[in-house]
């Protein structure tokens, strides 16, 4: 082959890559975004991400404080609020209010676990150790029977943090006044 049509050969293989190559992008472009991707995404993609060239750290903390969701304060009121839709239906909180369905509440937070006088609990909450502190008392409203294999505190759990960190608050108000914890 003489090089005319070598040089030939060379353009016309570089056309052709070229249009499948534009092709492709062009299928890219176009393509329907499948689902908007998720904020939790968003967020941890904004505070992990470096900042770019020319941007500076204070632009990509203040992308993640505009990502972030408006952040719920974990009130004692807030709390009530929970606790009323999804507490109520089986436990009092008031000092000298009756046992229900589940144990009187009043002052269960710093007490021990299965504590309370007069109450039928369970055979694994009898036989369980510890006191319920913030920890394990979050770790129990999230998922009571994975946290008390064989509970008979047929609820599902609190799935929001949020949630249970202010039903925990309020928890934490059924003291006498002036009472440590
Ligand atoms: C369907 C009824 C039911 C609902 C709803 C329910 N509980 Fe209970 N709860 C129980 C029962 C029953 C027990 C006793 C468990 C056992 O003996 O196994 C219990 C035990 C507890 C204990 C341990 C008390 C102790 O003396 O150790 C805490 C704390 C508690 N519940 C908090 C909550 C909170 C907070 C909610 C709402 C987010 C809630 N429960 C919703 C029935 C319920």
């Given at each position: 082959m003489?090089?005319?049509?070598?040089l030939?050969?060379?353009?016309?293989?570089g056309?052709?890559?070229?249009?499948?190559?534009?092709?492709?992008?062009?299928?890219?472009?176009?393509?329907?975004k499948?689902?908007a991707?998720?904020l939790?995404?968003?967020?941890k993609?904004?505070?992990?991400?470096?900042?770019?060239p020319?941007?500076?750290?204070?632009?990509?903390?203040?992308?993640?404080?505009?990502?972030?969701p408006?952040?719920?304060?974990?009130?004692?009121?807030r709390?009530?609020?929970v606790?009323?839709?999804?507490?109520?239906?089986?436990?009092?909180?008031g000092?000298n209010?009756?046992?229900?369905?589940?144990?009187?509440?009043?002052?269960?937070?710093?007490?021990?676990?299965?504590?309370?006088?007069?109450y039928?609990?369970s055979?694994?909450f009898k036989?369980a150790?510890?006191?319920?502190?913030?920890q394990?008392?979050?770790?129990?409203?999230a998922n009571p029977?994975?946290?008390?294999?064989g509970?008979?505190?047929?609820f599902?759990?609190?799935?929001?943090?949020a949630?249970?960190?202010?039903?925990?608050?309020?928890?934490?108000t059924?003291?006498?006044q002036?009472?440590?914890k």
């Open positions: 003489n090089s005319k049509t070598g030939f050969l060379i353009i016309a293989v056309v052709i890559i070229s249009f499948f190559w534009i092709n492709k992008e062009k299928e890219r472009l176009e393509a329907p499948l689902e991707p998720k939790e995404t968003k967020v993609d904004a505070a992990s991400a470096q900042p770019a020319g941007k500076t750290a204070e632009t990509s903390a203040a992308a993640v404080i505009a990502l972030a408006a952040p719920v304060t974990p009130t004692p009121d709390g009530k609020k606790f009323m839709k999804k507490c109520k239906i089986c436990h009092t909180w000092q209010d009756k046992h229900k369905i589940g144990p009187n509440l009043w002052g269960v937070a710093g007490a021990g676990l299965g504590a309370k006088a007069g039928r609990y055979k694994p036989n150790k510890g006191a319920w502190d913030g394990t008392l979050d770790a129990f409203i029977r994975k946290f008390i294999k509970t008979k505190m047929v599902r759990g609190l799935k929001k943090a949630d249970r960190a202010a039903v925990i608050a309020f928890l934490r059924l003291k006498e002036g009472a440590g």
